[in-house]
């Protein structure tokens, strides 16, 4: 299964940026880089996803290197709420039908 | 519109019993995925199903089974519980299931085995 690397935790303290990084070396040129997040008690929620460029969503943003071999997903205001779990997950083709491989994550601690 | 519906929340059952969780996807969503999420091992991908038919599986025994209906309810089963089996199951559903599409999760059954 595709593998990304990620720090295990960061922290971060309110209203100011974070910037959460992902290494995905062996990805494949068709693979899509997609982030969830998890929060206390909760299944994981959908953030954001890429191919190539950047995106831009209203609960975040993605910028995937120019190789593709590393993307950091920026919060760009931090807030109390976005204390969660955060997974990188390369989305590969083929068979891999609905199947999400997580790994363990990055757990945000955000300061108030 | 309406969420991911999984149920129960919460189910003890004794070693050697079975269990069937629901899972209700968003509607219109053909693909639904089943995870089992521990604190050991994280979360781990056990089957997919998209119309009926089981596309992909994971590396679970046999216990852990699935089917999904004509109306995109799915449910999984898992027959002579053992303790290890305690876990946060968790069901996700999607368009299509496939690379570029959005998975919405439930907020998951959590399974305790006596």
């Known amino acids: 299964d595709a593998k990304t690397t990620q720090p295990n935790s960061m922290e971060s303290n309110e209203e100011e940026p974070v910037h959460l990084p992902c290494n995905h070396s062996?990805?494949?040129?068709?693979?899509?880089i997609h982030w969830y997040r998890q929060l206390p008690s909760q299944g994981p929620e959908y953030v954001i996803h890429g191919l190539t460029s950047n995106v831009n969503n209203r609960m975040a943003s993605l910028a995937i290197a120019e190789d593709r071999k590393s993307s950091t997903l920026i919060l760009h205001r931090a807030t109390l709420r976005d204390a969660a779990v955060y997974y990188c997950?390369?989305?590969?083709?083929?068979?891999?039908?609905?199947?999400?491989?997580f790994g363990q994550g990055t757990i945000l601690t955000v300061h108030p | 519109k309406a969420g991911v519906t999984q149920t129960p929340r919460y189910l003890i059952k004794t070693r050697g019993q079975q269990v069937t969780l629901s899972c209700s996807p968003i509607?219109?969503?053909?693909?639904v995925s089943w995870y089992q999420q521990t604190p050991g091992q994280g979360l781990q991908f056990l089957f997919e199903y998209f119309s009926e038919t089981q596309r992909n599986k994971g590396n679970f025994p046999g216990r852990f089974s699935g089917r999904q209906f004509s109306n995109s309810r799915s449910e999984m089963n898992v027959s002579t519980l053992e303790l290890g089996d305690s876990a946060l199951y968790l069901c996700?559903?999607?368009?299509?299931?496939?690379?570029?599409?959005?998975?919405?999760f439930g907020q998951g059954t959590r399974l305790t085995v006596v």
């Open positions: 509607s219109g969503h053909r693909s």
């Open positions: 996700a559903s999607s368009l299509e299931g496939v690379m570029n599409t959005e998975a919405f």
């Open positions: 062996t990805i494949s040129g068709t693979d899509y």
């Open positions: 997950i390369e989305k590969t083709g083929g068979t891999s039908y609905g199947k999400l491989t």
